[in-house]
């Protein structure tokens, strides 16, 4: 009885460590928010964190261009006939492009 008893014994923590080391790999591998979950949404968070600061310098260029084309015409008419190809009334334009 001695015998089984502390071969129970020694068992016992045995199973318990196996037990513990399946739930921790279970939920740290396999629920919704596991390990591999969590490395995906910092590198995701990485990258829009790129992104954003990307588009509010865009948006702080483009601000200031907006002011720039409010304020003077020549700046606006400009914009138009580069950017449109707008032109005057009795006028031509040639787009040139270049060959790659």
Known sequence: MKK?????????????WIA?????????????NSLLQHFQNKRKLFS??????YLR???????RKIEELQTNLTNLEKFAREEFLMKKEKEDVFLIVEGE
């Open 4 to 16: 089984m008893l502390s071969l129970i014994w020694a068992k016992l923590p045995t199973k318990y």
């Open 57 to 63: 310098s865009k948006i702080i260029s483009d601000k």
């Open 20 to 32: 513990v080391s399946v739930f921790v790999l279970w939920v740290s591998l396999f629920t919704e």
């Open 48 to 53: 829009l964190t790129e992104q954003e600061s």
